[in-house]
């Protein structure tokens, strides 16, 4: 097993791949596998990765033993991986980018314009005569359902992108990047 302590990644041999036969409600994507690499035993889900269906296909179908390159983080105990690239087929894991907090940034900026529409809407339609009340009703009503969930979306998905940024997840990113660009100059 070759370590690589600056960027946290671990080299070494795939010698067993276990996927748990359970696949929860959601599907496929979240799927726990078990990756023993040099006799360490490191977990992923499908939806870990940037595509989770590509990888979901990958970790299936993939020829053991295998030489790969990880990016290990613990969890509760448990190892998890960021990534995963396979020297022997030059398959890539690629791990979750910024599109994630660009989603969450949007949501979180659409909840307070959502709330000043409704807030500026509001006075104007209970001005309006009783028939066009009850025609825009439902509009305002629509208004600020959105602007609600926004709001709870936007705070959870908050969550995932402050963990994107931490200092290891950050290390891990730029040591794929560095092995990709590696990769691509050697060919």
Same mark, same amino acid.
């Given at each position: ?82 990534? @995963?690239?396979?020297?022997?087929? !030059?398959? *890539? &894991?690629?791990? +979750? ?6 989603? #969450?940034?949007? =949501?979180? @900026?659409?909840?307070?314009?959502? !709330?000043? *529409? &409704?807030?500026? +809407? ?6 309006? #005569?009783?028939? =066009? ?8 009503? *629509? &208004? ?44």
């Amino acid at each position: 097993m070759t370590k690589n302590n600056l960027y946290g990644t671990v080299s070494g041999q795939l010698d067993r791949l276990e996927g748990s036969l359970v696949r929860g409600r959601l599907g496929e994507s979240t799927r726990l596998y078990r990756l023993r690499i040099d006799g360490h035993w490191y977990f992923c889900t499908a939806s870990n990765f940037t595509d989770s269906a590509s990888a979901g296909t990958v970790l299936r179908h993939v020829q053991l033993p295998e030489r790969v390159t990880v990016a290990p983080h613990v969890v509760n105990g448990r190892r998890y991986i960021y990534w @995963l690239y396979s020297h022997d087929s !030059g398959v *890539a &894991l690629e791990p +979750l980018t910024l599109k994630r907090a660009g989603v #969450s940034a949007l =949501l979180v @900026l659409l909840t307070p314009i959502l !709330g000043f *529409a &409704l807030m500026f +809407l509001w006075p104007w339609i209970n001005q309006l #005569s009783t028939w =066009l009340f009850v025609i825009l009703l439902p509009v305002t009503i *629509a &208004l600020a359902i959105a602007a609600l969930v926004c709001g709870v979306f936007g705070i959870f998905a908050l969550v995932d992108v402050f963990g994107i940024f931490r200092p290891r997840r950050l290390r891990a990113y730029r040591a794929y990047l560095a092995l990709r660009k590696t990769i691509t100059h050697d060919d």
